[in-house]
Antibody, heavy 119, light 108 residues
């Protein structure tokens, strides 16, 4: 059974960098059939796709975040990471990692980690 | 960017009733590239339906999807208590993947 688990720093101050890691078990991030994705959900709001990465390094980012976001993959530790720079309070959200089928859907998802941007 | 809207925003029904949730796209979603997710309070979304009408592994057959072009529907034939949740549609017809705002299905 594939499981994803996010880990992160908790509170982040405005203008700092948000860094999250997703640990994958039951699948290999370098198997080559999927992309590895980040999605977020601000409090009380809907879902926003952030971006994803293939193990070869190919990425696709949401244009609204592209200038501030980077995703990387660590095949040795079977995990992938998100960095979002210059955060503001608008980046406060629950951040989910998910496996992205190359056909286009997200399954499964991690349980999510809440990130609060506050001074 | 394909913008998805969902209706109704909230749907109040009783267990045993039939639920019909709609998802509308701002432009045609090519290749039947639409999925549905269920999110229960405090939990991550769970994939229900992909490619408009294919049920994901382990999803009961009371869940069904239909539609094409810009209009899509998720139907729950007979509501069970565990079905009350928020439902999101998602399109992958373009490489900018977008979600609808969700429909909250609540117990009447």
């Amino acid at each position: 059974q594939v499981q994803l688990q996010e880990s992160g720093p908790g509170p982040v101050k405005p203008s700092e960098t948000l860094s999250l890691t997703c640990f994958v078990s039951g699948d290999s991030v370098s198997r080559g059939n999927e992309y590895w994705s980040w999605i977020r959900q601000p409090p009380g709001k809907g879902l926003e796709w952030i971006g994803h990465m293939f193990y070869t390094g190919r990425t696709n980012y949401n244009p609204s975040l592209k200038s501030r976001v980077s995703i990387s993959i660590d095949t040795f530790n079977n995990q992938f990471s998100l960095k979002l720079v210059s955060v503001t309070v608008a980046d406060t959200a629950v951040y989910y990692c998910a496996r992205f089928d190359t056909s286009g859907w997200f399954d499964p998802w991690g349980q999510g980690t809440r990130v609060t941007v506050s001074s | 960017e394909i913008v998805l809207t969902q209706s109704p925003g909230t749907l109040s029904l009783s267990p045993g009733e039939r639920a019909t949730l709609s998802c509308w796209a701002s432009q045609s979603v090519t290749g039947s590239r639409l999925a549905w997710y269920q999110q229960k309070s405090g939990q991550a979304p769970r994939l229900l339906i992909y490619d408009v009408s294919s049920r994901a592994t382990g999803i009961p057959d009371r869940f069904s999807g239909s539609g094409s072009g810009t209009a899509f529907t998720l139907t729950i034939s007979r509501l069970e208590p565990e079905d009350f949740a928020v439902y999101y549609c998602q399109q992958y017809g373009t490489s900018l993947y977008t979600f609808g705002p969700g429909t909250k299905l609540e117990i009447k």
